[in-house]
């Protein structure tokens, strides 16, 4: 069993930071890529930034320079830092991680979200 819990949502307003932490449990041999998600109401699940085995990171044009994405492998975390703030960001934020267990199997797995909510 694996599981991703997400933390260090909130409310902020614009031009504020938060940092995102997402920290996986279970028979874990190996965390892959990692990629944070977001869902703003009504809207479709949109990828924000992406982070490599070997951590290389990859963003999306709307957060670029304002967002940074890291990994603490010894604590199996994922870290998403989010800086000047804007009310477009609000949303419910994801992790998604490929994880290979123990047993040698690869899957997918998602957290549960935590809500960032940005005013004006």
């Known amino acids: 069993q694996v599981q991703l819990v997400e933390s260090g949502g909130g409310l902020v307003q614009a031009g504020g930071s938060l940092r995102l932490s997402c920290a996986a449990s279970?028979?874990?041999?190996?965390?892959?890529?990692v990629g944070w998600y977001r869902q703003a109401p009504g809207k479709q699940r949109e990828l924000v930034a992406h982070?490599?085995?070997?951590?290389?990171?990859n963003y999306a044009d709307s957060v670029m320079g304002r967002f940074t994405i890291s990994r603490d492998n010894a604590k199996n975390t994922v870290y998403l830092q989010m800086n000047s703030l804007k009310p477009e960001d609000t949303g419910v934020y994801f992790c998604n991680a490929h994880i290979t267990v123990w047993s040698k199997t690869s899957n997918n797995y998602w957290g549960q979200g935590t809500q960032v909510t940005v005013s004006s």
């Open positions: 982070i490599t085995s070997d951590g290389s990171p």
């Open positions: 279970g028979s874990i041999l190996s965390i892959n890529a």
